[in-house]
């Protein structure tokens, strides 16, 4: 089993996600504990005033509630009764056994799971410690993990097959459900299980789900206060419908938290850089030619997606590696020098020149026609005529004039008359 305990500062978003969940038909509540009456009669704000008014006690306190997930291997198939009862043993164990909760069953994941929401407001108005959660819980997963003889979380088993399997935000489509909700279930999913370090590895994750954060043009007023909102993706990938502000999400994903994660994930994702790098040296080195929608496939089959970085004119500037397998971000320039979008690119282009210069027709050289010897017939290739047509060969040729032309006839020469007088004198 794994627990996994989230603070937060919305009771109603916390019990905003669930009901959601069973309105979809993905969960259903199989227990209320500290609540008066039938609970499947009561309605959401009903279940909401319950908290509410343990809230009131003390309004100061920023951080007031619980979001608890408790994870089961997917070769474990238990029934609500066995649910209830690990549930309120685990509330008892990390000491909230006397607060009131609510726990839903999950449908929505390949392997089974609870979500509970309580707050760490008492009935006498105190306040309990939120920094002793982990380890009590660490302590309560185990004890629980021997008593309903379940899958024990650090057992070899789950080293090498990861049987705990995370909800898998789905890709989501504008108009089939509120706009919120669908993002709203997109945020909580990846902020909870990907590690990134930076908005725009965040944005390859979103993006692969039909989501985009958005910062606004630097020069607004949203960018400079760090402002962030939300907004589905159409089929050509370009925000559609009213964008939602960060802060009305139950997940919280401002700038501000999202930057904490950043810190945080740097250490967490660098186990799977080198895993990562060798299965896309597999697929590049599988084929010796390879256009990039190839190459973008072949890592896509590997539960990889590629996302390139191109500006107006179509330069491409830039290259991510969402792996879905190790639930991990990565821009080729982190990877090495041969995973950026400047080796990559190159390598296309060289893989399209190749290609060309192999299909490109051979152009032959045009063979000169032979030179026809003119064969004589065997009955002038005796001696004497032979011995004529040398001679004639040889025999002093006269220039031809026009040859084919009628020969001019010369003009008669006219006497003059002073000759012909000179004659007769």
Known sequence: ????????????????????????????????????????????????????????????????????????????????????????????????????????????????????????????????????????????????????????????????????????????????????RAISNILTGVTRDYKFTSLAEFNAILKCFNVVALRGGEDTPMYKHKGLMFSMLDEKGKPIGVPVKASAFYARPTLKNLEKLFVRNIEKRKQYKAGLKQRIDQVLSAKGKMSRSQFELELKKQGIEVAFRQNAQGFIFGVTYVDHHSQTVFNGSDLGKSYSAKALTDRFIAAIQRTALENKPSVKTKEQPRTQIQQWPKEYMNTEVNTNFLEALLAKTQPEYGIGMPRRRKKRKKRRPQMNQELTL
């Open 1 to 180: 089993m794994v627990a996994r305990i989230i603070p937060g500062k919305t009771i109603r978003g916390a019990l905003h996600y669930n009901e959601n969940k069973v309105d979809h038909g993905e969960a259903s509540l199989i227990m209320a504990s500290g609540f008066a009456g039938e609970i499947q009669q009561m309605n959401f704000n009903q279940k909401l005033n319950r908290f509410k008014h343990l809230l009131e006690l003390r309004p100061e306190v920023r951080t007031n509630t619980l979001h608890i997930s408790l994870n089961f291997h997917s070769t474990e198939q238990l029934d609500n009764f066995t649910l209830q009862q690990i549930a309120n043993r685990y509330m008892e164990k990390i000491g909230y056994g006397d607060q009131p909760f609510l726990v839903y069953r999950h449908d929505d994941a390949a392997h089974m799971h609870v979500h509970i929401v309580t707050t760490n407001i008492t009935a006498k108005g105190k306040r309990i410690e939120l920094h002793n959660n982990a380890f009590q819980s660490e302590e309560a997963r185990k004890e629980i993990e021997t008593e309903f003889n379940l899958v024990k979380a650090e057992s070899k088993n789950i080293q090498k097959e990861p049987g705990i399997k995370k909800v898998e935000a789905g890709k989501v489509k504008y108009g089939k459900i509120p706009t919120k």
